[in-house]
């Protein structure tokens, strides 16, 4: 059973910044994509950031401000967020989806921005 955990939410000041970190245990296949969504309450979860292969995908609302980076050896996919605004206040999971199409979600780690 893949299991993954989220690290590193909290509240912070609008312009501030916040590092996310997913760390990933259990068996894990070969990986098609990783990534982080994130979501608001009643809005639906939306990708932020994900990693397939090669190609990197941001939200509009991420480039320029956030960078998704990935450590094999440890396990861990991390979120760098800079400049935060009140719009990036939300709940944000990890998510991994392996070459047999399996997906799995983190608990969520709340993150909120106060202007």
């Known amino acids: 059973q893949v299991q993954l955990v989220e690290s590193g939410g909290g509240e912070v000041q609008a312009g501030e910044s916040l590092t996310l970190t997913c760390t990933a245990s259990?068996?894990?296949?070969?990986?098609?994509?990783v990534g982080w969504y994130r979501q608001t309450l009643g809005e639906e979860r939306e990708p932020v950031a994900t990693?397939?292969?090669?190609?990197?995908t941001y939200a509009d609302s991420a480039k320029g401000r956030f960078t998704v980076s990935r450590d094999n050896a440890q396990n861990t996919l991390n979120l760098q967020m800079n400049s935060l605004n009140s719009e990036d206040t939300a709940v944000y999971y990890c998510?991994?989806?392996?070459?047999?199409?399996?997906?799995?979600w983190g608990q969520g780690t709340q993150v909120t921005v106060s202007s």
């Open positions: 998510y991994i989806q392996d070459i047999f199409y399996n997906e799995y």
């Open positions: 259990g068996r894990i296949y070969s990986v098609r994509v």
């Open positions: 990693l397939s292969g090669d190609r990197t």
